[in-house]
């Protein structure tokens, strides 16, 4: 007995100590200090949440594409296809307003930027179901009318939720917006996972969906302490709007172009080849979408507290670029390496036919997250115009190839001309806009990118040889290796890369380590 109560008592010790190490954790993650402490433990907050975040939905994914078919998942397509244009058109960027303001405190725009989001709710949820019948008779898929209709819901549940969580992005204060964002997440997988082991039909995917948006607007009153009341300062609307139109714009443009082929694909092929392109978008691009998520989520309201001063502006976004770059360019060459294997593991026979539709999205994918460093600066610096231009060039520009390329070479070409257009003339155009706006130049931002190419392209090189002459017994035990070989592979190259040619990519992370 004396025995049995010591052990019971040291595996409370143990328990309680844990929980102990555990707290002292979040309180040191805790965002607070200057500003570059801020920003390193909102950027560890963002990563964990992006990561999480994703993860349970990719994850969610891969358990349904067993039970569900291509099909279903190109039914969800067409439905938030339609409500992402709705959203998008009508997004009047008061929220990013206000995160660009100077001063800290913004109550007294709240209640005017509540009523006007629970008014926008409203009116889109009526439009969603009045038009849901001439959506699914344009993609000829009659099933998305009811899909459609159920879907409504989620701009007016949205629409209530709690404007004051705009200060988790406008404080740095991303641990709040960890409980906000996985309180939808975690809704999502559990409401999915249950409903599809019931009737294995695309109703798990819709009523999962709904559930994450509720979700989040009950979360977001119990996150932060801000209680709004319906009211509206035509001033207010007024000095909001002047900001906002412009990410109103950039926002409708970059809906065209990242949507733009989801729809020409329901329009001309079907549903099922739609679910190919989404879910091969959603696995392909989801490094980058990540990275690219947690840089504008932390970056812009941080070098907005620096517009006035350009050199510490331009020592922010190098530190930002070389981590973004270390991670994105692995990650993207690695996908597009191992995405036949990947494939047949996680999916099966029946996806193959979107490989090479990844492999051509895990480069577009790259190519977003770098320029996902761009945006914030001219946010920051008052140019959001920059991206509505860009986009706008960029939108007529795939809007003449993407019907001819999907017509011709079906869900491959689409991806092609998607990614075609911003090789080029597009990347150099942004190329040159952030040079001039943080005063650098062309060789730096090159010499930064350098680096972690050459051990990417070193590390996708073994992968390819070792892919053609591997045979296991097991797809996924193939998977495994291939990925391991790659991280070692790459790890080994980035070391050599540090310590032989003075990459500096130590020093970075030392300055982030030290600000935690």
């Known amino acids: 007995m004396p025995e049995t109560r010591l052990s019971r008592d040291e595996t409370t010790l143990h328990t309680m100590s844990v929980l102990s190490s555990f707290r002292r954790l979040l309180v040191r993650l805790t965002p607070g200090g200057d500003l570059t402490e801020q920003t390193v433990k909102s950027g560890i907050w963002a990563t964990i949440t992006n990561i999480l975040d994703r993860a349970l939905q990719l994850l969610m994914i891969a358990i349904l594409a067993r039970m569900l078919t291509p099909a279903d998942f190109g039914l969800l397509g067409i439905a938030l296809l ?34 006007i989001e629970i008014l926008r709710g409203l009116l889109l949820a009526g439009i969603l179901v009045l038009v849901a019948p001439f959506v699914a008779g344009f993609f ?81 009153y119990a996150v932060h302490g801000y209680r709004p009341w319906p009211d509206f300062d035509l001033d207010i609307a007024r000095d909001l709007f002047g900001f906002g139109k412009w990410i109103t714009g950039s926002e409708s ?36 979408t990540e990275i690219s998520q947690i840089i504008s989520s932390v970056a812009y309201p941080a070098y907005s507290k620096l517009q006035d001063d350009i050199p510490a502006l331009r020592s922010a976004f190098y530190r930002t670029l070389q981590v973004t770059m270390v991670i994105a360019f692995p990650a993207s060459v690695g996908i597009a390496t191992v995405a036949p294997t990947f494939v047949e593991a996680v999916f099966g026979t029946d996806w193959l036919p979107m490989v090479p539709v990844m492999q051509l999205v895990a480069v577009y994918g ?61 990347m150099p155009i942004d190329v040159y806009l952030v040079i001039d706006s943080v005063e650098t130049s062309l060789g730096r931002l090159l ?70």
């Open 447 to 516: 010499r930064e990118m350098s680096y972690p190419a050459i051990a990417s392209l070193l590390m996708g090189g073994v992968v390819l040889w070792l892919q053609a002459t591997l045979s296991l017994r097991w797809v996924f035990l193939e998977l495994v290796v291939l990925v391991a070989v790659g991280g070692a592979v790459y790890g080994a190259a980035v070391l050599v890369l540090e310590t032989q040619l003075n990459w500096e990519l130590r020093e970075t992370l030392r300055n982030f380590a030290g600000a935690i």
């Open 366 to 426: 790259l190519l977003i997250a770098l320029g996902s460093a761009y945006s914030p600066v001219w946010k920051a610096l008052g140019r959001p115009d920059y991206m509505a231009k860009i986009g706008a060039f960029r939108l007529v520009l795939t809007a003449i190839l993407i019907v001819p390329a999907t017509r011709e070479f079906g869900i491959v070409g689409a991806a092609a001309a998607v990614l075609g257009v911003y090789v080029f003339p597009v």
């Open 82 to 115: 339609t409500l992402t244009a709705f959203k998008r058109f009508s997004n009047i960027g008061f929220d990013q307003a206000l995160i660009q303001k100077a001063s800290g405190n913004v109550d007294d725009y709240l209640n005017t930027y509540w009523s």
């Open 140 to 220: 000829d898929e009659p099933r998305a009318t009811p899909i459609l209709r159920v879907i409504a819901l989620t701009p007016l549940l949205l629409g209530l939720r709690n404007p004051g969580i705009v200060y988790f992005k406008k404080n740095l204060e991303f641990h709040k917006q960890f409980v906000y964002t996985m309180s939808g997440s975690v809704t999502n997988f559990v409401v999915a996972l249950a409903v599809a082991l019931a009737t294995q039909s695309v109703w798990a995917l819709v009523l999962g969906y709904v559930a994450s948006d509720a979700a989040r607007t009950l979360s977001s």
């Open 253 to 288: 443009i970059y809906f065209l172009i990242n949507q733009g082929d989801d729809a020409v694909i329901g329009w001309l092929l079907s549903a099922a080849s739609l679910g190919l392109y989404q879910v091969a978008y959603q696995f392909a691009k989801a490094p980058a």
